[in-house]
Nanobody
């Protein structure tokens, strides 16, 4: 089984930066994509950035030009967050999409709190 462990959340001032990391363990050969979601109180969970096993990336319009998703290797993905805004405050979740024989399943990390406040 694949398990995800997140780190890097915390408190930061507006305009500051944070780097989130997600480490996958277990059978990782089935991971077809990884991404970062976030959920603020009273709002639905949204995809903010994703990266496929082939290196294709996706960014939500709200974070384009400020966030960068990357991979250290086949197991780890990172989210560099720059120029943080108050509205970026949320719980951020790492996600891994497992695809085996055309069947896809999602695995989630425990979430890490990002708070942007002056």
């Amino acid at each position: 089984q694949v398990q995800l462990v997140e780190s890097g959340g915390g408190l930061v001032q507006p305009g500051g930066s944070l780097r989130l990391s997600c480490a996958a363990s277990g059978i990782i050969s089935s991971i077809s994509a990884m991404g970062w979601y976030r959920q603020a109180p009273g709002k639905e969970r949204e995809l903010v950035a994703g990266i496929t096993s082939g290196g294709s990336t996706y960014y939500a319009d709200s974070v384009k030009g400020r966030f960068t998703i990357s991979r250290d290797n086949a197991k780890n993905t990172n989210l560099q967050m720059n120029s943080l805004k108050l509205e970026d405050t949320a719980v951020y979740y790492c996600n891994a999409r497992l695809t085996i024989a055309g069947d896809s399943r999602d695995i989630w990390g425990q979430g890490t709190q990002v708070t942007v406040s002056s």
